[in-house]
């Protein structure tokens, strides 16, 4: 076999190894498990919490004071 083809055939078996040991971490660490419910959490109707560390402002966003 030409060496050419050797390297495109060890690329390809790399590549496929990388992606196989991503997914098999991804559902070690369970990436796939919930796919619905972030869509859904964020129509819930709950106040935003105050960020730790920081003020809140009077007027919003360009106000002059």
Same mark, same amino acid.
């Not at 030409?2 to 495109?8: D, E, H, I, R, Y």
């Given at each position: 076999?030409?060496? !050419?083809?050797?390297?495109? /055939?060890?690329?390809?078996?790399?590549?496929? +190894?990388?992606?196989?040991a991503l997914?098999? *971490?991804?559902?070690h660490? !369970?990436?796939?498990?919930? /796919?619905?419910?972030?869509?859904y959490?964020? +129509?819930?109707?709950?106040?935003?919490?105050? *960020?730790?560390?920081?003020?809140?402002?009077k007027?919003? /966003?360009?106000s002059?004071?």
């Amino acid at each position: 076999m030409p060496m !050419g083809l050797w390297v495109v /055939v060890g690329w390809m078996a790399f590549v496929s +190894l990388t992606g196989l040991a991503l997914i098999a *971490w991804g559902l070690h660490a !369970g990436q796939f498990d919930d /796919v619905e419910e972030p869509k859904y959490r964020m +129509l819930e109707d709950c106040e935003p919490q105050e *960020w730790p560390g920081r003020t809140a402002h009077k007027g919003g /966003v360009g106000s002059a004071g």
